[in-house]
């Protein structure tokens, strides 16, 4: 089976940078994916990542190491409409390569 | 219109009743999944069917079923509806290629409160 972790709240300033962790346990990697969602929307994805290093998309970037089983998100020049819950997911190597989701981090951005 | 449209979005019902959440979809994907979320659980995959002919149990399929009617609508049952039931449910499509990312259509959700 697979295991996630990511803290659960994350704060920062408007125009700040934040990096989401995410660690994970899994008994076949294939990728790790980062989603956000707003209060009561639905989830939209983000990035992925299959190989390690950084991806970036805009202000958006992801990391990810395979040896330490670990990714990150980074959030740069922070808005206010940046505040959603933020979840990592691991897509396993079996047939069905299906996506087990962490339990999300909220983001707070403040003025 | 949504790629992705659930129905109903917000369902309030009682212990014991039926309930039937409908997905369909326009982006000809065959995959679908159904997932339910907990604040503080994240996402948890409830059941998923790769096409017309496949469904699949996830993670937390107790006490509940799923009909792929076609390849455009996949829906969620529960026959004997639970307070612990009380949830938002979402569904989604991917569309699986090789070298793909995976990546997950949601739709706007299901709102379910079991009284």
């Known amino acids: 089976g697979q295991s996630l972790e990511q803290p659960s709240e994350v704060t920062a300033v408007e125009g700040a940078i934040v990096q989401i962790n995410c660690t994970y346990q899994?008994?076949?990697?294939?990728?790790l994916s980062w989603y956000q969602q707003h209060d009561g929307g639905a989830p939209t994805f983000l990035s992925y990542?299959?190989?390690?290093g950084l991806e970036e998309t805009g202000r958006f970037s992801s990391f990810l190491s395979r040896s330490d089983s670990y990714g990150y998100l980074l959030l740069q020049e922070l808005q206010m409409k940046d505040s959603a819950s933020y979840f990592c997911?691991?897509?396993?190597?079996?047939?069905?390569?299906?996506?087990?989701f962490g339990s999300g981090t909220q983001l707070t951005v403040l003025p | 219109d949504a790629d992705v449209t659930q129905t109903p979005r917000n369902r309030i019902t009682k212990t014991g009743k039926r309930i039937m959440l409908e997905c369909s979809q326009t982006?000809?994907?065959?995959?679908m999944y159904w997932y339910r979320q907990d604040p503080g659980l994240g996402l948890r995959l409830i059941y998923y069917?790769?096409?017309?002919?496949?469904?699949n149990k996830g993670e937390i399929s107790d006490g509940y079923s799923v009909s792929r009617q076609a390849q455009a609508k996949f829906s969620l049952s529960l026959e004997s509806a639970i307070p612990n039931q009380t949830a938002l449910y979402f569904c989604?499509?991917?569309?699986?290629?090789?070298?793909?990312?995976?990546?997950?259509?949601f739709g706007e959700g299901s709102r379910l409160t079991v009284l």
């Open positions: 989604a499509t991917s569309d699986f290629r090789a070298g793909s990312t995976g990546e997950l259509f």
């Open positions: 899994t008994s076949g990697f294939y990728g």
């Open positions: 990542n299959a190989l390690d």
């Open positions: 997911a691991v897509r396993d190597t079996g047939s069905a390569r299906q996506l087990t």
């Open positions: 982006k000809g994907h065959d995959r």
């Open positions: 069917s790769f096409d017309v002919k496949d469904i």
